[in-house]
């Protein structure tokens, strides 16, 4: 294992970059910026697990960097409302919770009613593009940007020590649904101004050219909406307010009702009809306990869980798990997401569940029912050149995402050597507009586990690995500690595994004898006699039926 590089104690007059998540992966979106004795956080966003890691429900940011300095912190910007931008914020809040929050109308909305399920009233300050807040000693202009949320903000900030210009995710749709394009003609002003460092979405850095436009979807949904016969369903984030309006507009052109399934669904969709970025046409809504009064042709139903999450409404459906809502024959599923890097063997297996019961799939690889939020090459070379940093840090993306944009940098001009490629924990520091990194902080996965934060690590996760994928075996023994002798056993019992118990059988003479040759050591203790048959049984566990399952000795002194 290398060692941390601990960067150096901070000088007066140095800005300070810290990111805690969302460099090499999608999701867990969190930067620190630090300034002569201040700090601000851009995104407190979530990681959700891969198969690799049963039963976590949530990954967060590490925020062991700032824990003992919160009250240093003058606020938390939120560029956006998606999860792995805003879900690590109660966690955060239960740590201080008067810490400002700064956000859009949309963003703010959908936060605030995150908290209020983890009882927390925050401070929030609602921002719109153009507004320009002193916060100690950063000076946040913020800048309206397109995403596939609404009200998606950049943030340009200002410092003794340079500037930055945060994207947030971002794309140049040029025809979007709100009307509400990416503000390039502010990008360019302080592109004049001049932009130190640049922090730029790197999803789609990879993918040539520029990312079609949401209005190209509408009539793809409008198309599969006119050749259903029986309900569709229609899965997605349930955040995506653009892709459930159009599901909206498609519903009222075929006279089909929708009822909005999910919890985050509901309560999402509800706040965006609200505050007035979801426009649903009169008399289209059903509740889901009225739905199945409607004959199949004549309703809709947006649900959650498009990534294949086990608990979501989709995966219930497909399992025929869900109290009210059935698919088969005749039936018709539309995954309207991208798939999120790690999700494939989920959502590939629902597809199939559901193809199995007889539904029409329609998906990304089948049909045009989704495109990507986030900026594709073309349009970050046009960003490039409209701000000429003199520094480039990709943010948001896997490694090959982040190398990829790099190169896009250098291909407009940014020097190779002013590329910072970071990582999470990585320490950058800004003095007089020159960035360099100095050093690292220590920055693991912090899992949320049921009402757990944090207290379980790689250990547990192995542990738990080896009892789904190898099995587990329990060996019992009671012994007279006084007269140094087996009272009962050893006993014993597997689960997990495709052999029967008896097949032990063999191997429990060997570990009578190991226990026994411990016994005899006076000065043994029971740990030590657990640790003599665990070692017997799982030599002869290993030769023989070449597996290697958790095995969980136990002696009772008597």
């Not at 003058?74 to 740590?95: K, Q, S, W």
């Not at 153009?130 to 949320?149: K, P, Q, T, Y």
């Not at 970071?422 to 920055?443: K, L, N, Q, R, T």
């Given at each position: 294992?290398?060692?941390?590089?601990?960067?150096?104690?901070i000088?007066n007059?140095?800005?300070?970059?810290?990111?805690?998540?969302?460099?090499?992966?999608?999701?867990?979106?969190?930067?620190?910026?630090?300034?002569?004795?201040?700090?601000?956080?851009?995104?407190?966003?979530?990681?959700?697990?891969?198969?690799?890691?049963?039963g976590?429900?949530?990954?967060?940011?590490d925020f062991?960097y700032?824990?003992?300095?919160?009250?240093?912190?003058d606020?938390?910007?939120?560029?956006?409302?998606?999860?792995?931008?805003?879900?690590?914020?109660?966690?955060?809040?239960?740590?201080?919770?008067?810490?400002?929050?700064?956000?859009?109308?949309?963003?703010?909305a959908l936060?605030?009613?995150?908290?209020?399920?983890?009882?927390i009233?925050?401070?929030?300050?609602?921002v719109?593009?153009?507004?320009?807040?002193?916060?100690?000693n950063?000076?946040?202009?913020?800048?309206?940007?397109?995403?596939?949320?609404?009200?998606?903000?950049a943030?340009?900030?200002?410092?003794?020590?340079?500037?930055?210009?945060h994207t947030g995710?971002f794309?140049?749709?040029?025809?979007?649904?709100?009307?509400?394009?990416?503000?390039?003609?502010?990008?360019?002003?302080?592109?004049?101004?001049?932009v130190?460092?640049?922090?730029?979405?790197?999803?789609?850095?990879?993918v040539?050219?520029?990312?079609?436009?949401e209005?190209?979807?509408?009539?793809v949904?409008?198309?599969?909406?006119?050749?259903?016969?029986?309900?569709?369903?229609?899965?997605?984030f349930s955040?995506?307010?653009?892709?459930?309006?159009?599901?909206?507009?498609?519903?009222?052109?075929?006279e089909?009702?929708?009822?909005f399934?999910?919890r985050?669904?509901?309560?999402?969709?509800?706040?965006?009809?609200?505050?007035?970025?979801?426009?649903?046409?009169?008399?289209?809504?059903i509740?889901?306990?009225?739905?199945?009064s409607?004959?199949?042709?004549?309703?809709v139903?947006?649900?959650?869980?498009?990534?294949?999450?086990?608990?979501?409404?989709?995966?219930?459906?497909?399992?025929g798990?869900?109290?009210?809502?059935?698919?088969?024959?005749?039936?018709?599923?539309?995954?309207?997401?991208?798939?999120?890097?790690?999700?494939?063997?989920?959502?590939?297996?629902?597809?199939?569940?559901?193809?199995?019961?007889?539904?029409?799939?329609?998906h990304?690889?089948n049909?045009?029912v989704?495109?990507?939020?986030?900026?594709?090459e073309?349009?970050?070379?046009?960003?490039?050149?409209i701000?000429?940093p003199?520094?480039?840090?990709?943010v948001?993306?896997?490694?090959?995402?982040?190398?990829?944009?790099?190169?896009i940098?250098?291909?407009?001009?940014?020097?190779?050597?002013?590329?910072?490629?970071?990582e999470?924990?990585?320490?950058?520091?800004?003095?007089?507009?020159?960035?360099s990194?100095v050093?690292?902080?220590?920055?693991?996965?912090?899992?949320?586990d049921?009402?757990?934060?944090?207290?379980?690590?790689?250990?547990?996760?192995?542990?738990?690995?080896t009892?789904?994928?190898?099995?587990?075996?329990?060996?019992?023994?009671?012994?007279?500690?006084?007269?140094r002798?087996?009272?009962?056993?050893?006993?014993?019992?597997?689960?997990?595994?495709?052999?029967?118990d008896?097949?032990?059988?063999?191997?429990?003479?060997?570990?009578?004898?190991?226990?026994?040759e411990s016994?005899?050591?006076?000065?043994?203790t029971?740990?030590?006699?657990?640790?003599?048959?665990?070692?017997?049984?799982?030599?002869?566990?290993?030769?023989?039926?070449?597996?290697?399952?958790?095995?969980?000795?136990?002696?009772?002194?008597?």
């Amino acid at each position: 294992m290398t060692k941390t590089k601990l960067p150096p104690s901070i000088k007066n007059g140095t800005l300070r970059i810290v990111p805690l998540g969302g460099i090499g992966e999608i999701g867990r979106n969190m930067t620190v910026f630090e300034i002569d004795g201040r700090m601000i956080v851009v995104d407190c966003g979530v990681l959700f697990p891969e198969e690799s890691q049963p039963g976590v429900d949530l990954i967060l940011p590490d925020f062991d960097y700032i824990k003992d300095r919160l009250h240093q912190i003058d606020a938390i910007i939120l560029t956006h409302g998606h999860e792995d931008h805003i879900g690590g914020v109660p966690y955060l809040l239960r740590l201080r919770e008067d810490i400002p929050i700064i956000g859009s109308q949309l963003t703010i909305a959908l936060v605030e009613a995150k908290l209020a399920e983890h009882r927390i009233k925050p401070y929030t300050h609602v921002v719109e593009e153009g507004d320009i807040e002193n916060l100690g000693n950063f000076e946040c202009e913020f800048i309206a940007v397109n995403h596939s949320i609404p009200d998606a903000l950049a943030v340009f900030i200002r410092t003794n020590a340079g500037t930055v210009l945060h994207t947030g995710d971002f794309k140049m749709d040029q025809l979007p649904l709100d009307g509400r394009i990416t503000d390039l003609r502010s990008f360019a002003r302080v592109g004049e101004e001049g932009v130190d460092l640049f922090m730029c979405d790197s999803t789609n850095a990879e993918v040539p050219g520029f990312v079609p436009s949401e209005a190209n979807i509408g009539p793809v949904i409008e198309s599969v909406f006119a050749q259903a016969r029986g309900k569709i369903v229609v899965a997605s984030f349930s955040s995506h307010v653009h892709r459930v309006q159009q599901v909206l507009d498609a519903a009222y052109k075929y006279e089909r009702k929708v009822c909005f399934v999910g919890r985050s669904m509901v309560r999402n969709m509800g706040i965006a009809e609200e505050l007035g970025y979801l426009s649903v046409p009169e008399d289209t809504l059903i509740d889901l306990k009225h739905a199945d009064s409607l004959p199949d042709d004549e309703i809709v139903y947006m649900s959650t869980g498009s990534q294949g999450e086990p608990m979501a409404v989709l995966s219930r459906i497909a399992s025929g798990n869900h109290k009210s809502i059935t698919v088969g024959p005749s039936d018709t599923v539309i995954f309207a997401s991208s798939l999120i890097p790690g999700n494939e063997n989920s959502v590939f297996r629902l597809i199939n569940g559901l193809t199995k019961l007889g539904a029409k799939v329609v998906h990304q690889g089948n049909a045009k029912v989704h495109v990507s939020g986030h900026a594709a090459e073309g349009e970050l070379l046009y960003c490039y050149n409209i701000l000429e940093p003199e520094y480039a840090m990709p943010v948001h993306g896997e490694v090959r995402h982040l190398v990829a944009n790099g190169a896009i940098a250098v291909k407009t001009g940014v020097p190779a050597e002013n590329v910072i490629l970071a990582e999470d924990g990585s320490v950058i520091d800004m003095i007089d507009g020159h960035c360099s990194i100095v050093g690292e902080v220590p920055c693991g996965y912090v899992y949320v586990d049921g009402s757990s934060v944090g207290e379980i690590g790689e250990a547990e996760l192995t542990d738990r690995r080896t009892l789904g994928e190898e099995g587990f075996i329990a060996i019992f023994a009671v012994i007279d500690a006084q007269e140094r002798k087996v009272l009962t056993g050893p006993h014993i019992q597997a689960r997990g595994m495709a052999e029967d118990d008896s097949v032990f059988e063999e191997i429990l003479p060997d570990v009578r004898t190991a226990l026994d040759e411990s016994i005899a050591n006076a000065s043994a203790t029971t740990y030590q006699m657990q640790q003599a048959m665990r070692r017997v049984v799982g030599r002869w566990v290993a030769r023989k039926l070449r597996r290697k399952p958790m095995i969980i000795p136990t002696v009772i002194e008597a």
